[in-house]
């Protein structure tokens, strides 16, 4: 049997068998060659030799014992430094990780503070604005626009035929003096009615669009025609005229 395959107290056993044979057949050799020993010198040099074996199997076993203990010492080291290591990296990729998000945080941040600068900025141009850029004094942002219904002028022609089928409609109701008062009646409410129809269908539409200029003035545009802007619209105005930018 090979004793390098064992480790441990295991290894040293052998060791001690083999050197306690050896003893024996030495003794034996000897005792062969010698005037025959008494049993008490036979059991003394045994017994040396079986203490020598041990001590010296004893010693193996501490020895490798020791050798084992600083192995195990030293694997139990690398491990702390290992977990030391990983842990050390995972603080870093945490740290970096952190100052990233506090990083684009305030990217963010800075970024809609620009754009409500802006955004202030074009409701109400600051001074160093003004200084550095020019103003355009026809332009604006349109607030509202509003229809607005204008009734025509009567002619009189809607009053005379109004009154003429009123009266003739009240000519038609009761007699005597009755009849004469409902005529009149009707003549007078055929007259207003006609004169209201008469200016309803010469009724215009036009359209006041208010618009918030530049400088901060609000002023207020008619146009005939539908305009083609909504509030919120920017807007130049040409000829009097609102039009989109």
Known sequence: MNSKSISGPAKAIPSVIVSTLMALAAISLVTACSPTPTAAENAAQTQVVV???VAEAK???IAEKEQQDAADA???AEKIKQDAAVAHAVAN????MAAEQRAAS???ERRAE???TAARSND???TSTRENTTICNDCGVVQSVNAIDTEGDGSGLGVIAGGVVGGVLGNQVGGGTGRDL????GALGGAYAGNKIEKNSKKTRSYNIVVKMNSGEERTFNQSSAPEVISGDRVKIENNVVVRR
């Open 124 to 126: 109400y141009p600051t």
């Open 182 to 185: 409902v005529t009149i009646a």
């Open 114 to 116: 620009q754009r409500a």
């Open 106 to 108: 305030a990217k963010n």
């Open 59 to 61: 010693v193996e076993m």
């Open 74 to 76: 030293a694997k139990t």
């Open 93 to 96: 990729e945490r740290k970096k």
């Open 51 to 53: 203490d020598k074996a």
